[in-house]
């Protein structure tokens, strides 16, 4: 395992300090860094991640030959400038031309809507399957504030969930996720993702892996040239 270094850009991770002034100053210094610019810590060196990806939300094709795993906070700033920024990028050039199979999974660490948003997203994939998660995922990034104090305002709760997925749901289906949610059924799987976070020692979001490999780049084409990488390799 080789030195972790030191992070330029990303929500970080730093629930050892509770004060929301702190919070405050690290964001701003992520954003004055560069707020679309996407570099992760490196905490993995030249070994390869190994994942379970049958259980985790998918977009792409089954024959695509690179593996893109995003891991986020839904409560994250920078994650919505990916997910509007680079993503569409992603979809457009790697996913809808059947190079890459996308994947997210949850690293919900800045305050107790995190989780209660992870939970209640994993329990949308599990009842109401993968087009219906990523229409909510959406939603949930595109709906964020922009100008939210951080850990001060609860603005995830279940209540501004439920009224996301209402958006393109039937009231049946809804009813159906939000009983399961208060029934609980969302830890266990935040759980596992929480696991393979502690595993790889990832403290940022967005932290991205293609093939296993930790992306480190600073833009979309460093992303796409990665890619290209293992298309390469993978013939």
Request: hydrophobic letters at 35%; a negative charge; glycine letters at 6%.
């Amino acid at each position: 395992m080789s030195k972790k270094k030191k992070q330029k850009q990303g929500y970080k991770n730093t629930s050892k300090t509770k004060s929301s002034n702190i919070w405050f100053y690290i964001i701003i210094a992520v954003f004055v860094i560069g707020a679309v610019g996407l570099v992760v810590l490196n905490n993995m060196g030249d070994e390869k991640a190994s994942f379970d990806y049958k259980n985790q939300p998918v977009l792409g094709e089954e024959s695509a030959p690179v593996q893109i795993v995003e891991f986020g906070d839904y409560k994250c700033p920078v994650c919505k400038t990916f997910n509007e920024t680079y993503f569409p990028q992603i979809d457009k050039e790697l996913i809808q031309t059947g190079k890459v199979q996308f994947h997210f999974m949850n690293f919900p660490f800045i305050n107790n809507d995190s989780t209660r948003a992870a939970q209640f997203a994993e329990i949308v994939y599990k009842e109401l399957g993968d087009e219906t998660f990523w229409k909510f995922h959406e939603s949930l990034y595109k709906n964020q504030p922009a100008d939210y104090k951080y850990e001060k305002i609860d603005f995830l709760t279940e209540k501004e969930l439920t009224e996301r997925l209402s958006e393109f749901v039937s009231q049946e289906e809804v009813d159906r996720v939000v009983k399961a949610f208060k029934d609980g059924e969302g830890e266990k799987p935040v759980n596992e993702d929480l696991k393979v976070v502690n595993d790889l020692q990832i403290n940022s979001t967005p932290t991205v892996y293609v093939n296993g490999k930790l992306y480190e780049g600073k833009s979309y084409e460093d992303l796409k040239k990665m890619v290209e990488e293992e298309l390469e390799d993978a013939k």
